[in-house]
């Protein structure tokens, strides 16, 4: 007959052996390696443009599934513990405690992150990082990775060898990374700063996003070579078309909001420009003057040949849809004077809206297809008209000093942004309706920005912007930026480095392998996989240092001297990539600086570590 083993017949020693071993630590640090590789899948897929306006996709099943996958095997082990007689605190395994906790507040993550989806939408660029179930996930993963190590940290005696410290010492790996990604926002490796030139010298055309109100303005283009102009938004606020310079000319191009999945329309001798989407989603107008002078065109927006609306050499451009998708309107010069007309889809039912009471220029329709807003200069200087379509009455709406141009009606109807000239730099402004002053909405010195596009749910404002020779705020706040960035990523390696050095004997190449793959991962999520090198080299320098310098507990100067060293080398490994790979338009005094404040960080990370009791001593 069997013996049924009770929790009051073991020892403690048994107990231990029952509740975790190492092979447990190394099959939970496989999966929860599986589940964080499931993460950085989705966010790859989101960065490049492989994911729709859905919560069920391809790269959330990997995600989830590795979730599933850790959770059925904590829990399992568990149950396993409860049947041979442990009680419910001894069959939690030894440092698996926070772990299970991290179990659940994912899973109400993930539930929370699906209502979420389904009331605001799928998040886009930055807000996919900050939303409040996105941060709820990530705090679980970070949970649930650090498991290992805990169990490591907890447990009596010493480590040595690969073998021994493998589940550790990728746990520290994995919760690390979570971090890194979910903080990818403000990480060097994606976003260097040192070496995009956003003022100080001349910015040609460059794509811009903001907030409706003016905050959070947000480069979307950094390619000082290229002239981009002219976006609009398609009708879900994905994607934008916009017109671009290639080899002296303009093509019509496509690109994520997000960034990434960039798509080329138009490919002629001529200059394409002025695109509009249409709010039905199925085409994009456009001007060419392929074949003369500018003539109203549409293409398919997903790409395909390219179909002309109206007559060749007329003199045609500035496009902007009906809201039902049906007509265009748009500017045409003839004889020295420019109206605004209008035409069918299909060519038929041309149209001049202002005959020759008064000029017009580009055409704006309003949402509800009752009027259309544009320009025109007979006061003297241009300003902002409406032109009622059942009536044809005409609204002047504003009435300031310079020149006023480019209007954009916004979704609701309820204002028109615009640009104007009025304080000397060309700014835009957002003007009500209903009554009140315009609002300057990017009011930058350095800057002259245009062409303003609302997203369809009015929450964005898409424009074009040019820097000139003064743009040394936008320079100065750039590289502040930059250098707050490198802080904290510098600060987050020497804590990961820290926890490992504190507690164990590390063999060689534990640095190596550590930055190699953190480096890997966050640089597949944009591409930027010219900076694995430098990790490699910074990983091999810290293993070298760590052998050198025979860190311990009661050598408390030579781990914050490794503290300093590691992210300062680590820095200047980074910034020699920059050199060989590109122009680093920082001063010596921003890079210099930038890679000292990298070591002092790790520097001060060191006395939160280890510190001596002395120290933490209340004064």
Same mark, same amino acid.
């Given at each position: /007959?069997?013996?049924?083993?009770?929790?009051?017949?073991?020892?403690?020693?048994?107990?231990?052996?029952?509740? +975790?071993?190492?092979?447990?630590?190394?099959?939970?640090? %496989?999966?929860?390696?599986?589940?964080?590789?499931?993460?950085?899948?989705?966010?790859?897929?989101?960065?490049?443009?492989?994911?729709?306006?859905?919560?069920?996709?391809?790269?959330?099943?990997?995600?989830?599934?590795?979730?599933?996958?850790?959770?059925?095997?904590?829990?399992?082990?568990?149950?396993?513990?409860?049947?041979?007689?442990?009680?419910?605190?001894? !069959?939690?395994?030894?440092?698996?405690?926070?772990?299970?906790?991290?179990?659940?507040?994912?899973?109400?993550?993930?539930?929370?992150?699906?209502?979420?989806?389904?009331?605001?939408?799928?998040?886009?660029?930055?807000?996919?990082?900050?939303?409040?179930?996105?941060?709820?996930?990530?705090?679980?993963?970070?949970?649930?990775? !650090?498991?290992?190590?805990?169990?490591?940290? +907890?447990?009596?005696?010493?480590? *040595?060898?690969?073998?021994?410290?493998?589940?550790?010492?990728?746990?520290?790996?994995?919760?690390?990374?979570?971090?890194?990604?979910?903080?990818?926002?403000?990480?060097?490796?994606?976003?260097?700063?040192?070496?995009?030139?956003?003022?100080?010298?001349? /910015?040609?055309?460059?794509?811009?996003?903001?907030?409706?109100?003016?905050?959070? *303005?947000?480069?979307?283009?950094?390619?000082?070579?290229?002239?981009?102009?002219?976006?609009?938004?398609?009708?879900?606020?994905?994607?934008? +078309?916009?017109?671009?310079?290639?080899?002296?000319?303009?093509?019509?191009?496509? /690109?994520?909001?997000?960034?990434? *999945?960039?798509?080329?329309?138009?490919?002629?001798?001529?200059?394409?420009?002025?695109?509009?989407?249409?709010?039905?989603?199925?085409?994009?107008?456009?001007?060419?003057?392929?074949?003369?002078?500018?003539?109203?065109?549409?293409?398919?927006?997903?790409?395909?040949?390219?179909?002309?609306?109206?007559?060749?050499?007329?003199?045609?451009?500035?496009?902007?849809?009906?809201?039902?998708?049906? *007509?265009?309107?748009?500017?045409?010069?003839?004889?020295?004077?420019?109206?605004?007309?209008?035409?069918?889809?299909?060519?038929?039912?041309?149209?001049?809206?202002?005959?020759?009471?008064?000029?017009?220029?580009?055409?704006?329709?309003?949402?509800?297809?009752?009027?259309?807003?544009?320009?025109?200069?007979?006061?003297?200087?241009?300003?902002?008209?409406?032109?009622? %379509?059942?009536?044809?009455?005409?609204? =002047? +709406?504003?009435?300031?000093?310079?020149? =006023?141009?480019?209007?954009?009606?916004?979704?609701?109807?309820?204002?028109?942004?615009?640009?104007?000239?009025?304080?000397?730099?060309?700014?835009?402004?957002?003007?009500?309706?209903?009554?009140?002053?315009?609002?300057?909405?990017?009011?930058?010195?350095? /800057?002259?920005?245009?062409?303003?596009?609302?997203?369809?749910?009015?929450?964005?404002?898409?424009?074009?912007?040019?820097?000139?020779?003064?743009?040394?705020?936008?320079?100065?706040?750039?590289?502040? %930026?930059?250098?707050?960035?490198?802080?904290?990523?510098?600060?987050? %390696?020497?804590?990961?480095?820290?926890?490992?050095?504190?507690?164990?004997?590390?063999?060689?190449?534990?640095?190596?392998?550590?930055?190699?793959?953190?480096?890997?991962?966050?640089?597949?999520?944009?591409?930027?996989?010219?900076?694995?090198?430098?990790?490699?080299?910074?990983?091999?320098?810290?293993?070298?240092?760590?052998?050198?310098?025979?860190?311990?507990?009661?050598?408390?100067?030579?781990?914050?001297?490794?503290?300093?060293?590691?992210?300062?080398?680590?820095?200047?490994?980074?910034?020699?990539?920059?050199?060989?790979?590109?122009?680093?338009?920082?001063?010596?005094?921003?890079?210099?600086?930038?890679?000292?404040?990298?070591?002092?960080?790790?520097?001060?990370?060191?006395?939160?570590?280890?510190?001596?009791?002395?120290?933490?001593?209340?004064?």
């Amino acid at each position: /007959m069997a013996t049924t083993i009770t929790s009051g017949n073991l020892r403690k020693t048994e107990r231990a052996a029952l509740a +975790v071993s190492g092979r447990f630590d190394t099959a939970y640090t %496989l999966l929860a390696a599986f589940f964080v590789a499931g993460l950085y899948i989705d966010g790859w897929a989101h960065n490049h443009g492989r994911v729709d306006e859905s919560f069920f996709t391809p790269w959330h099943a990997i995600f989830y599934a590795g979730f599933a996958l850790v959770a059925l095997l904590l829990l399992g082990r568990i149950v396993l513990n409860r049947r041979r007689g442990l009680g419910l605190r001894e !069959a939690i395994p030894p440092g698996y405690g926070y772990a299970l906790l991290g179990v659940f507040i994912f899973g109400f993550g993930g539930i929370g992150d699906l209502v979420w989806h389904t009331l605001f939408g799928i998040e886009e660029n930055v807000e996919a990082l900050l939303s409040p179930t996105h941060l709820l996930l990530a705090a679980g993963m970070v949970l649930i990775t !650090a498991g290992p190590l805990r169990a490591a940290w +907890v447990r009596e005696g010493s480590f *040595q060898g690969w073998r021994a410290l493998f589940p550790a010492v990728f746990s520290v790996l994995l919760f690390w990374s979570v971090i890194s990604f979910i903080t990818q926002f403000v990480h060097p490796m994606l976003q260097p700063w040192a070496a995009i030139d956003v003022g100080g010298q001349e /910015m040609g055309g460059e794509l811009f996003v903001m907030d409706a109100d003016g905050h959070r *303005q947000t480069r979307l283009t950094a390619s000082a070579e290229v002239f981009e102009t002219h976006p609009s938004f398609s009708p879900d606020g994905s994607r934008l +078309v916009y017109a671009a310079e290639i080899d002296n000319s303009f093509e019509i191009f496509t /690109m994520d909001v997000a960034g990434g *999945q960039v798509q080329q329309l138009t490919d002629n001798e001529g200059i394409d420009w002025s695109p509009a989407w249409s709010p039905d989603g199925l085409w994009i107008a456009y001007s060419s003057d392929v074949d003369g002078a500018q003539s109203i065109f549409v293409i398919p927006a997903d790409g395909g040949d390219a179909r002309r609306l109206t007559e060749e050499g007329a003199g045609d451009w500035g496009a902007a849809w009906s809201p039902d998708s049906s *007509q265009i309107a748009f500017q045409r010069s003839e004889d020295g004077v420019t109206d605004i007309w209008r035409v069918n889809l299909d060519g038929s039912g041309l149209e001049n809206l202002t005959g020759s009471e008064r000029d017009g220029f580009q055409p704006s329709w309003a949402p509800d297809g009752s009027a259309i807003a544009f320009v025109s200069e007979e006061t003297g200087n241009g300003q902002i008209f409406t032109l009622d %379509l059942a009536s044809r009455s005409v609204r =002047q +709406v504003t009435f300031d000093e310079g020149y =006023q141009w480019s209007p954009a009606w916004s979704p609701d109807g309820s204002r028109i942004a615009y640009v104007s000239d009025a304080n000397g730099d060309d700014d835009i402004f957002a003007v009500s309706l209903a009554g009140g002053e315009p609002v300057n909405l990017t009011d930058f010195a350095a /800057m002259d920005d245009g062409f303003p596009a609302w997203s369809p749910d009015g929450k964005w404002i898409s424009y074009r912007s040019r820097g000139d020779s003064n743009g040394e705020w936008f320079a100065q706040t750039s590289a502040s %930026l930059g250098i707050a960035a490198l802080i904290l990523q510098s600060a987050l %390696l020497a804590g990961a480095a820290l926890l490992l050095v504190r507690r164990f004997e590390l063999p060689f190449g534990v640095f190596t392998v550590l930055f190699t793959l953190n480096a890997f991962g966050i640089t597949l999520m944009d591409d930027e996989f010219r900076f694995i090198p430098a990790a490699l080299l910074a990983g091999l320098l810290a293993d070298l240092l760590l052998q050198r310098m025979r860190l311990g507990p009661g050598r408390l100067g030579a781990v914050r001297l490794f503290a300093f060293s590691v992210p300062l080398l680590y820095a200047g490994l980074y910034f020699a990539t920059l050199f060989l790979t590109g122009d680093v338009v920082w001063t010596i005094h921003f890079w210099g600086g930038g890679i000292v404040l990298a070591g002092v960080a790790g520097w001060l990370v060191a006395y939160l570590v280890q510190a001596r009791a002395s120290e933490l001593a209340k004064p």
